[in-house]
């Protein structure tokens, strides 16, 4: 089963940075590796609904990333590593969230990503930016 888990959240400063981490272990039960998967940031702060932040195709030609977020956030990812990235910069307080990474391990998310591509979850990181 493929699992993810997240770091580099934490407390930070308005106008300050940060970047999460999400590694993969293991293989889904059609055996892909993570080469393969589409992968997405999401976000959900208190009493909001889920969002997307960013995401990347598994060929990282591909990638969306929220209007809220636009540069200011990038998203990157390092297969060799089993990894994805979002690098945050210029945070602001209503960045503050617990954000996750998902996997789509059939390849699908792209700049047009959907909620039902994701099949795996990891567990969320807290990001809270102090005004």
């Known amino acids: 089963q493929v699992q993810l888990v997240e770091s580099g959240g934490g407390l930070v400063q308005a106008g300050g940075s940060l970047r999460l981490a999400c590694t993969a272990s293991?293989?889904?039960?059609?055996?892909?590796?993570?080469?393969?998967?589409?992968m997405g940031w999401l976000r959900q702060a208190p009493g909001q609904e889920r969002e997307f932040v960013a995401a990347?195709?598994?060929?990282?030609?591909?990638?969306y990333y929220a209007d809220s977020v636009k540069g200011r956030f990038t998203i990157s990812r390092d297969d060799a590593k089993n990894t994805v990235y979002l690098q945050m910069n210029s945070l602001k307080p209503e960045d503050t969230a617990v954000y996750y990474c998902?996997?789509?391990?059939?390849?699908?998310?792209?700049?047009?990503?959907?909620?039902?591509?994701?099949?795996?979850w990891g567990q969320g990181t807290l990001v809270t930016v102090s005004s």
């Open positions: 998902a996997a789509d391990p059939r390849g699908r998310l792209g700049i047009h990503p959907r909620l039902e591509y994701l099949e795996h």
């Open positions: 293991g293989r889904t039960l059609s055996g892909l590796s993570f080469s393969s998967y589409g």
């Open positions: 990347i195709s598994w060929s990282g030609s591909s990638i």
